[in-house]
């Protein structure tokens, strides 16, 4: 476990991590949301032992160098260029104690898990930005930490590479305490026991996405229409309070109204058709613009 | 200490890979036999070239070893120096700002084994460079000139070569204090450009590390110099100061890596 206590970051004047607590239960997953410039790289790398903190503490269960028990994956990863994908794992490996006669074994180990198995005697030179993530991600477990930090593992990836990462990182997420920081929504959906929301360097809101859903969420009706024209022209016609969407309408639902049958009264007279209508919940991403947004 | 040893095999490597321990040995050599072998021949040299005036006639000193390694001590302290101290000014702070040492700083490594094994690696690359370099040029002046005491000769390169280390652990001092620029900068002022203001003004003042190199090729000649063994100790102090220093900002400018 992992206990974080007001911890706080000024860089000339300015509070960009203000007063942060929150706690870290072994075995689970932990993502840090917010906007570019909200503070969790900061954060992050407080937690790593790269910055010293303006003021708080982080504690982990009587370690003294925390350092030996966090692997860390920054946002954009640099290798040394002159090193293999292998020698570096095994570098790395032995720099956190991996003992040397096994330092290899396990790198190729994990550089197999992630799938450079082909790449591992090239050097990083010529790695691309996907497989530069993966090594990465390898360098990051490679001493089988008990906390692994990953800085948005997949926001600089494409949507393949995106999804093989969220794919290893799942797999990883079964044996050890993840802490990780996104501002892309639908990752954390995906494989998060614990929300943080953090804005301006604030934790604005944090607990289980049930919990968030359940706190913010909000009913309200999509009605699909066939052009932007004809969804904007209800929009002023209507008498509920109405947004447009490309070709959707939206009407949020306040304490059950409008009830389905009161805006089907109102869509029935309507000179133009109806694609689709139904009841939706709240996107984790617009729940996301209400807690972080202005 | 295992720590140590693991980043020490990386420097080596790296140095190694980017061909700095071919292209800095090779560069002293040049260096170092340049003076020998140009002196000697300038005559002939001047003659094939021509067109000199009639009744033209170059009286050109008669050197003795001394002078030729005292020459070859010259160009490594301008050309060689300049070189070598640009390479080892960028060993710290160009891995902060290109973010290769932020994977290496998240580790449970000790400032000190880093600072040390870089260096260690770079007074290596010095000590290498510098002796083939006196080896190239002592060689030609043997062939042209005449030999010197090998025990002088083999005193002289050691004692050049604390200086060397001392200047490594200069440069890798403002590498840890400073961005490259900056540290680049710095180097060259307080190292080579050092040793240039030394010998314009140094008649004020007798020992300092500046001197070492020219006290180093005294030892070849038989007047003793009193002011050499305390000009070997300061330079020995400072160069641990600057170690000691250079250790401290290694730690204090971790945070600075680009993450
Ligand atoms: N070394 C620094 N010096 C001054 N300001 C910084 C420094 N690092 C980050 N900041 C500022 O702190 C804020 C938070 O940055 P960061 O933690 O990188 O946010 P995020 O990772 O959430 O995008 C930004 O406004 C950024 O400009
Ligand atoms: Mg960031």
Known sequence: MIRIEHLTKVFGGEKVVDDLSFVLEAGTSTALIGPNGAGKTTTLSMLTGLLKPTNGSIRMNDTQDIRKEIGFLPQYPNFYPWLTALEFTEMTGKLNGVPSRDAKKQAERVLDFVGLTNDRSKKTSTFSGGMKQRLGIAQAIVHKPKLLILDEPVSALDPVGRREVINLLKQLQQHSTILYSTHILNDAEEMTDQLLFLKKGQLVEQGSLKDIRTKFDSFRYKIQFTSKEEASLFATQSQLPTTVEESYAFIEIKDGFPTMQELMSQLIVLPFSILKVERVTMTLEEIFMKVVGQ | ?259
């Open chain 2, 1 to 259: 200490m295992k720590t140590f040893i693991i980043l020490l095999q990386k420097e080596f490597r790296e140095s190694w890979r980017s061909f700095k321990f071919l292209w800095m040995p090779l560069l002293f050599i040049l260096l170092g036999i340049t003076d020998p072998l140009t002196n000697y021949y300038m005559e002939d040299i001047l003659n094939a070239v021509g067109n000199m005036p009639d009744g033209f006639s170059l009286s050109l000193p008669d050197f003795v070893p001394i002078d030729i390694l005292m020459a070859s001590t010259g160009q490594f302290q301008s050309i060689g120096l300049i070189v070598f101290v640009i390479t080892i000014a960028g060993m710290i702070n160009r891995e902060r700002q290109n973010g290769t040492a932020t994977l290496i700083y998240v580790r449970p490594i000790s400032f000190f084994a880093l600072f040390m094994s870089k260096w260690v690696v770079g007074s290596l690359l010095g000590i290498l460079s510098v002796s083939l370099g006196y080896a190239g040029s002592m060689y030609y002046t043997a062939i042209l000139y005449g030999s010197v005491d090998t025990m002088s000769f083999i005193q002289m390169v050691m004692s050049y070569c604390v200086w060397i280390v001392f200047a490594t652990a200069v440069a890798l001092m403002f590498s840890a204090i400073f961005k490259t620029a900056f540290a680049t900068t710095f180097t060259i002022i307080v190292i080579p450009f050092g040793v240039m203001i030394d010998s314009l003004i140094g008649q004020y003042w007798h020992f300092s590390p500046w001197k070492l190199a020219n006290y180093s090729v005294q030892l070849l000649s038989d007047t003793h110099n009193e002011y050499y063994i305390k000009t070997l100790l300061l330079t020995i102090i400072l160069l641990i100061l600057a170690i000691i220093i250079g250790i401290l900002f290694t730690r204090k400018n971790a945070g600075t890596t680009k993450i």
